[in-house]
């Protein structure tokens, strides 16, 4: 096989530089590690968001998931559609702050806190199509300028939403309703959302929730010039002796595969396409394609989230109906006193019993028994939870390597993740917390607590950036400005590993509108 | 449970030493036995992702056909 472009990964990067690629007139071939789920073969099972292995939605048991140090395994979805699929909808632009960080803050000792090399003007019309052509429901931006409105309309705020904006407003803090990429009316050929409960971790049963499996994917093979292959896993980037990106081998259908491509884009996300590019060392890059100046890996970031509860007060009634955060605030992003950045504050989705036993109940309930079973039936209608993705200071140390023993089916080493949360987030992430609280007392909840499990350590479990970084200066990071890999003028990548810090909010929307300026480059390249 | 917790069998093994099931669980409890506390954790996720435990605590899906 022989292409204009091979794409590596089909989620919120990939789908949408899938489609800017073919909408071009390129040929693309769209390899997906995993399936094409549909939302009647989502088996809906509630254990499914504790991190373990998502029954028919994670990585097909062929492709090995990463592992932790210490043998915990990372949980990665594989699909069409990857993220987006099963995400909350959250499609946050950045702050502008957010890619300057160093200037604002300068650089914490032991951290890689850097300034991006584009600002936030440059990526802001690549935020109105990505808003456009994904569908996001919203009604402002009130942190940084926008030259389009949303598309949609918000989602109906509702009591728990109000009560949340009475308490915020006695605290000064001025909120608005946070952005969703779901059809609060119909949009895009699909329905509306019915306010169903199953979102965050679920697919949706209506087909309103917006994602890349449901609008660039779909376009994208519309266009009779892209091929999307599922079960698709890429081994390597080929190159030739001058550098340029010549293909990509991958396997498929239990055999060995290869494609040849003037342009490749990557896509599987800051783990994966950080182990494909150490992967593919060769003669001539001994260290991994890209890695000359030993960045690809490092700098792995996430979001750590406090998080707090409360009980509502009688006559505020709490629906549990879906989508979920209907008030978020930005008065804690940037400028609080004495820490490094902030973050979003919102009220969340709606908790999975399952959920809630696990991580939402007072730290004095016993695990089991009667005082157990009468909590739960108290606490779950009437409580109600704020949380914030607080941003992470990078280290080089928090990194992607391959594992020195570990191998997957394919006989290619394991993806280990290492390293720990930096102290600056840790006191970033306690000074949001006491904002949480603040925000729930301002409210009138009483009780509040803070559940005992909010962290797992490194960075959290979902929100990987940072691996690739990009750099104005090919010493300091794997991607130029436009998303190239640096000394590889046909290798692109077009997934939150280019991310130089990872905003104080949900970053898929960043992905794509990256994804969508970085393919339209390539696009240029290749026509 | 057997599935995600091989160590059940010699749990309840211990479990059959005790004169019954309520001291049982309350020596296992109170001693914090990190095996008794695994299998806490693993009954109660499964019984709370059961649909039929919903209508207890108040969660409904709002989905036609689904609880």
């Not at chain 1, 456009?132 to 300028?145: F, I, K, N, R, S």
């Not at chain 2, 409890?29 to 990190?34: I, L, N, R, T, V």
Request: charged share 20%; net charge neutral; with cysteine.
């Amino acid at each position: 096989v022989s292409v204009d472009a091979v794409v590596v990964g089909a989620g919120a990067g990939g789908g949408a530089a899938a489609c800017v690629l073919a909408e071009a007139g390129c040929s693309v071939l769209l390899l997906e590690r995993g399936d094409l789920i549909r939302a009647r073969d989502d088996p809906r099972d509630h254990l499914a968001p504790l991190g373990g292995p998502i029954p028919g939605l994670d990585a097909p048991a062929s492709h090995a998931r990463p592992l932790v140090a210490g043998g915990r395994p990372w949980s990665l979805l594989g699909a069409v559609g990857g993220g987006t699929l099963v995400w909350g909808m959250q499609a946050w632009r950045f702050h502008p702050d957010d890619f300057r960080m160093a200037s604002r803050y300068g650089v914490p000792a032991g951290s890689s806190l850097a300034d991006w090399p584009i600002g936030y003007d440059e990526l802001e019309p690549w935020y109105v199509r990505a808003e456009h052509q994904l569908g996001v429901a919203g009604d402002e931006t009130p942190y940084a300028p926008r030259s389009a409105p949303y598309p949609l309309e918000p989602i109906e705020r509702g009591p728990v939403g109000d009560w949340l904006a009475s308490g915020a407003a006695r605290c000064g803090w001025a909120t608005f309703t946070p952005p969703l990429a779901v059809n609060s009316t119909a949009y895009g050929g699909r329905r509306a959302c019915v306010r169903c409960s199953e979102c965050l971790g679920f697919t949706c049963p209506t087909d309103a929730k917006n994602g890349s499996h449901n609008t660039f994917v779909p376009r994208a093979v519309a266009t009779g010039l892209c091929t999307l292959v599922t079960g698709a896993q890429a081994t390597r980037i080929k190159t030739d002796g001058r550098g340029r990106a010549s293909g990509v081998d991958y396997l498929a259908g239990g055999q060995r595969r290869s494609a040849g491509a003037r342009v490749v884009v990557l896509a599987g996300g800051a783990i994966e396409t950080a182990r494909l590019l150490l992967l593919s060392a060769s003669r001539h890059h001994r260290a991994g394609i890209g890695n000359e100046h030993d960045h690809v890996g490092r700098h792995l970031q996430g979001h750590t989230y406090p998080v707090a509860l409360g009980l509502l007060p009688p006559g505020v009634p709490n629906p549990n109906r879906g989508p979920g955060p209907s008030v978020a605030t930005t008065a804690h992003n940037h400028g609080n006193p004495g820490v490094v950045g902030g973050g979003m504050l919102a009220n969340d989705f709606v908790k999975t019993p399952v959920t809630f036993w696990r991580m939402c109940l007072p730290p004095d309930v016993p695990r089991w028994g009667l005082a157990n079973k009468r909590a739960m039936r108290e606490l779950y209608g009437r409580s109600i939870d704020v949380k914030a993705p607080v941003q992470e200071v990078p280290t080089p140390e928090n990194r992607v390597t391959l594992h020195a023993r570990l191998r997957d089916p394919a006989g290619l080493p394991l993806p280990e993740l290492a390293g720990a949360v930096h102290p600056e987030t840790l006191r970033t992430v306690e000074f949001v917390r006491g904002r949480l609280l603040a925000w729930l007392h301002a409210s009138g909840a009483e009780p509040t607590w803070v559940p005992t499990e909010y962290s797992r350590g490194l960075s959290d479990w979902f929100h990987q950036a940072g691996t690739c970084r990009m750099s104005a200066d090919p010493r300091d990071g794997v991607a130029d400005p436009s998303g190239r890999v640096h000394g590889h003028d046909n290798l692109f990548i077009a997934d939150g590993s280019v991310h130089v810090t990872n905003g104080g909010f949900n970053p898929a929307l960043t992905i794509t509108a990256l994804a969508l300026r970085t393919a339209t480059d390539a696009a240029t390249a290749l026509t | 449970v057997r599935a995600r917790f091989p160590g059940v069998e010699a749990l309840l093994r211990r479990l059959s030493a005790f004169p019954s099931l309520d001291a049982a669980l309350h020596a296992l409890g109170e001693g914090g036995d990190d095996a008794f506390a695994a299998l806490v954790e693993i009954v109660h996720a499964a019984y709370y992702a059961d649909p039929r435990s919903w209508a207890s605590i108040g969660y409904t899906t709002h989905l036609p056909g689904r609880p």
